[in-house]
């Protein structure tokens, strides 16, 4: 049985990066499946720290990213929204160039919560990085982003 409250569609979800840092980094959706979503982003000189590594922070964004989307499409964005909690990474193996892709299934789908977790690897499927992405799921309302922008 699938986790999404409505199927992933992978175009829209990669049209929707426009402006933002998704498409800085050329992070991209890629597939779907019942329980899972996997999304990869580039490893060059946008996401290098200084020595030519990809850079711990980059990663957390790919993982972010990835754990964020999967929440929003487990959610009814016309009583939720997602807001991000907490996220680690531990990192495994340095990557300097190709692809980094991003695996994320859930841990824990609650009414209030979702915890998620993200195996990212190389071009070669080695592991590199190990995240984890906790997720509040906030009813619309009274303190929806929309309301606190106003006051």
């Not at 929440?71 to 340095?94: K, T, W």
């Not at 160039?97 to 977790?117: F, M, Q």
Request: proline fraction near 5%; hydrophobic fraction near 40%.
């Amino acid at each position: 049985m699938s986790i999404w409250q409505r199927p992933p569609d992978l175009q829209q979800l990669n049209e929707n990066r426009k402006n933002t840092i998704v498409e800085l980094l050329d992070i991209r959706f890629e597939a779907f499946d019942e329980d899972s979503i996997t999304a990869s982003m580039v490893v060059d000189s946008r996401t290098h720290q200084p020595y030519g590594l990809l850079h711990g922070g980059a990663s957390v964004v790919l993982a972010e990213t990835a754990g964020s989307m999967a929440s929003y499409l487990c959610i009814d964005p016309e009583q939720f929204y997602c807001v991000g909690l907490e996220v680690n990474a531990n990192h495994l193996r340095a990557l300097r160039s190709g692809r980094v892709t991003a695996v994320c299934r859930p841990v824990h789908l609650g009414r209030s919560s979702h915890v998620w977790d993200i195996r990212l690897s190389g071009d070669d499927g080695k592991l590199s990085c190990i995240s984890r992405l906790t997720v509040a799921v906030v009813p619309l309302g009274d303190t929806s982003p929309r309301r606190l922008e106003a006051s």
